[in-house]
């Protein structure tokens, strides 16, 4: 029987268990060095290489983090990030407990933004008969309660800003180097992906909802009538003009909520003068270069358990690319960037397109 090709996972095997070779005596004068070697633990079973280890196994599942030295891949050591199961150690406690204070409030603002439905009849009927005070009236009452909802929302992307900095901090704060960092501290790495998913999702829904706008524009238009005629609503006491005016440059983004974060991080690079960028940008090309690895290759998806971690993987992917975009002197897409760009979209559009299409879109 012919012996079935080497895969890649054979071949890295062999690379780190293979002895060190035995050196020739040509010099009568040597240096010595101490090589580490990093091991997989066999046997289990394998297709192709009875030798190596099953990556689906149980054996495995419990690792939260594996780092492998793979040369053979472009930018260097890869490492594999349980999102689905990672869990504070003792040290990350205290940045872990204010951050996860902050993404319990998502879902709910997920939630709600997926439910908004807008006032765009009451507004219609008011706009087309403005001699209708009842009209009037009527869409108004429609619209102060919506504009209160996307008040909760600007603010909490406010407070996700405030979440974003205490996770970079942690994340590239000395001695450690950012890969040193997402090693020891995984549960750091998974809320900072959460965030990022949680950025997406809420942009991805924000762009394919117009009543957002136009229910603000109403709003806007119609406090801006009343002070003319001095005149004061009761509803300008929550959202004053100042307020008013910041919400609107929020919501005039295509992805208000991944402008906030990459505003925070480049905010967060310059104030950081004794920190190198590099510091930075080599955790997010890290975490990029991570998801990628982990969706195209077989023997890391089958170890997520749940379904949705795919789309997970794919939206931290795309949501580091752009921070590492606005934060990189010269950016994600020059031939000089850590990221792969043409594998993570190679990536994307492998996938199914209704699921990734909010996701291209976001990177072009």
Same mark, same amino acid.
């Given at each position: 029987?012919?012996?079935?090709? %080497? ?53 495995? %599942? ?13 930018? &260097?050591?890869? $490492? ?9 150690? !003792?040290? !990350? ?26 006032? &765009? ?33 600007? +603010? ?26 997402? +090693?020891? !501290? ?52 929550? #959202?004053?003009? !100042? ?25 967060? #690079? ?23 690895? %982990? ?14 971690? #795919?789309?997970?993987? %794919? ?5 580091? $690319? ?33 699921? #990734? ?8």
């Amino acid at each position: 029987m012919p012996t079935p090709p %080497m895969t890649y996972l054979d071949k890295l095997y062999h690379r780190h268990t293979r002895p060190p070779p035995t050196p020739t005596n040509t010099h009568t004068h040597r240096t010595h060095h101490t090589h580490t070697h990093t091991s997989l633990t066999p046997p289990l079973h394998h297709p192709h290489n009875p030798l190596l280890p099953s990556f689906c196994s149980r054996r495995f %599942m419990g690792n939260l983090l594996k780092v492998l030295a793979c040369s053979d891949l472009e930018h &260097g050591p890869i $490492i594999f990030l349980d999102f689905e199961h990672a869990q504070p150690t !003792e040290a !990350e406690t205290a940045v872990w407990n204010q951050v996860s204070a902050v993404l319990e409030e998502a879902h709910g603002i997920l939630a709600e933004l997926q439910s908004y439905n807008g006032a &765009g009849q009451e507004i219609r009927e008011a706009i087309q008969n403005p001699g209708d005070l009842q009209l009037q009236e009527k869409a108004w009452n429609a619209v102060c309660p919506l504009v209160a909802k996307l008040k909760r929302f600007y +603010e909490f992307s406010l407070r996700l800003e405030n979440a974003l900095r205490s996770l970079l901090e942690a994340l590239t704060s000395p001695p450690y180097a950012p890969m040193q960092h997402l +090693e020891r !501290e995984q549960a750091l790495a998974k809320q900072f992906a959460e965030i990022l998913h949680f950025t997406l999702s809420f942009d991805e829904l924000k762009m394919t909802n117009p009543a957002i706008q136009n229910d603000f524009s109403y709003y806007r238009r119609t406090i801006s009538r009343n002070r003319l005629n001095n005149q004061q609503l009761e509803a300008e006491n929550e #959202v004053n003009n !100042e307020m008013a005016n910041r919400m609107s440059l929020f919501y005039a983004e295509a992805t208000p909520m991944l402008k906030t974060l990459s505003n925070a991080t480049t905010k967060f #690079v310059s104030e950081n003068k004794t920190l190198p960028i590099e510091d930075t940008t080599d955790c997010l090309s890290t975490m990029a270069c991570v998801c990628r690895v %982990m969706l195209e290759t077989p023997e890391y998806r089958c170890r997520f358990t749940n379904t949705d971690t #795919v789309l997970f993987c %794919m939206r931290v992917m795309v949501g580091v $690319i752009i921070l590492y975009d606005h934060v990189h002197p010269v950016g994600a897409f020059a031939k000089t960037s850590k990221i792969d760009m043409k594998g993570c979209i190679k990536v994307l559009k492998e996938q199914p397109s209704n699921s #990734v299409e909010g996701l291209l879109n976001a990177l072009r």
